[in-house]
């Protein structure tokens, strides 16, 4: 599945978690979700749009955007087959800095487009 | 009441070939009318059909088939088809038994490609029919 391939590819630089409820971990840490979206031909679906969010969380924004750049490498270097989905190309689409009151961590929300041949 | 048909049942096949990648098919016939007028018919036109005329649309993503899919037509095919104008049987329609179907002979008019910085390159081909359909079931 497309969204363990990006945890794990993401794990290699931070920890990572998908977005499933609240997170309880420890800063630095990655939340990801992933929709996917079937190309339809008349034959049959020839591959998948994956759109990903991967938000790196942390108390320090510098720490934050050192760890952006990190994801950043590993995501757009996937290739080949990743825990059983074959990745096809990796589009790097925007990504956002915020602060969140609540839990007095700065955020990047970083999206991809991610196109595989398989779920 | 009838069926309505789902739009991935109907596709076209020209010889023993489908277009990879096709996602929309469109298929267009009218008659020929043929306009007349004598002093009889006391100024009201008179129109007789003298044929009928048939054109395809197909749009696909911009594919390369494997080694193994000689069942299909890729972008190099259709790009060679379609300069040279290329002609082939065809049979427009559903593949089930019972399923209504077009069929005659088309010709390859043009192809045209789109690709974008960002999404997965798509051709529109353009045929036309030549001669006269045959109007069939499957099966039948």
Redo the contacts between chains.
Sequence with gaps: MILQAVISTVKKVIDAYPIIGDIEAVTPFAAIDVKQKPFFTKNGICGYSNTAEIIIVHQGLSVVMQKSEEVKTVVAAMAGTIDQTEIENVRFIEEEQSFDEKSQCYINLIQYQINSKNQ | MGNKVL??NI?LKLGTK?IL???Q?NFKIEGVRKESIMKADAGIKQYDNDGSRASFSVT??V?KKAVAEADVMDIQDIRQACAQNSQAAFVYGGEAAGDYTVSGNAMFLSCAETSDS?N?ATVTIELEMIGDPVFGTVGA
Excluded: I, L, Q
Aim: hydrophobic share 25%; charged share 25%.
């Design positions: 739009g991935y596709g489908k990648g096709t996602t098919d696909a993503f594919m960002e997965y």
